[in-house]
């Protein structure tokens, strides 16, 4: 499928150039016009009915892309999108990715047909060209959750600081042997979140133990088979850190089974603060981010650009926030 980065190559121009040459609602001086048809013609490009800007006026409807709506947090984050989006006279379309590229894809090139104003994505990974081709070629796109770069407006928390606070709240509490349970490091939020790990653990003076860091864990049973491995390999820590309130149900299920004492035997924190870990027993200590707010903060952003305001990107960053339960109270 030719792009309207293969164009600008063939052209040699930027993508903003040919984009401003096709829409023909900008001045482009006339060579540089020139080569761009000739560019057109020769790769038998089209450009898509979105890119163009919708001449006959915008549909108000907008593709929600979600990476795994059974993942707890997605909810929350969808109805902030919905909430907002209703308000303003816009129609959500969902979209279930289950973290595959190809399917996200295929969402993309269907809704580009049924002429979306614009996308929301919750599912960036490193690997997120599709997403970058999108932006160059005038879709107007917001991250939320999870980021690319700074040439992408987003809407995300600072999640390096909050694995940092959180780590450092367990070593002021008295655990030194704090392992981490991490999810997928092709996602920058767990790259980050690992980072302020470490980057707490150093500043405390205590060493990284690669043997209690443990990547790649998406799913609760997961979580619950390598803590149960964990334990099962004589490492025992006197904290764990889950890098979502999945991931700490699955390790506080294994913790259970082998009648382990939480927090007095080994002390357990999340990161989410879902609404079910406060009836979790004992109730868990966790790291709160208003994905709510951010839902809200996303969809806003979103009518802005397809408004034509404001549309430098810019990253939006939340705080988070350590809420203190149960689970972390032995020294308390």
Known sequence: MVTIKDVAKLAGVSPSTVSR?????????????KKVMEAVEALNYKPNVLAKG????RTNTIGLVLPNIQNPIFPYVARGVEDVARQNGYTVILCNTDESKDIELDYINKLKNRWVDGFIFATAVRDATHILDLKDEGVPVVLLVRNIDNKVDAVIIDNFKAAYEGTCYLIELGYKSIAFINGNPELSLYRERLAGYKSALKENNIPIDDRLIVQNVEKMEEAYNVTS???????????IFAASDPKAYGAMGALRDKNINIPNDIALMGFDDLDTSKYMNPSLTSISQPCYKMG?????????????????????TFDAHIVKRDSTKRNE
């Open 21 to 33: 040459a096709l829409s023909g609602k900008v001045p482009v001086d006339g060579e540089t016009k």
């Open 296 to 316: 809200t903060a996303a969809m806003l952003r979103l009518i802005e650009l397809i408004e034509g305001k404001d549309v430098k990107p810019k990253v939006d």
């Open 229 to 239: 491995a964990l334990l099962d390999g004589g490492i025992m820590p006197d904290a």
């Open 54 to 57: 919708l001449k006959e006026g």
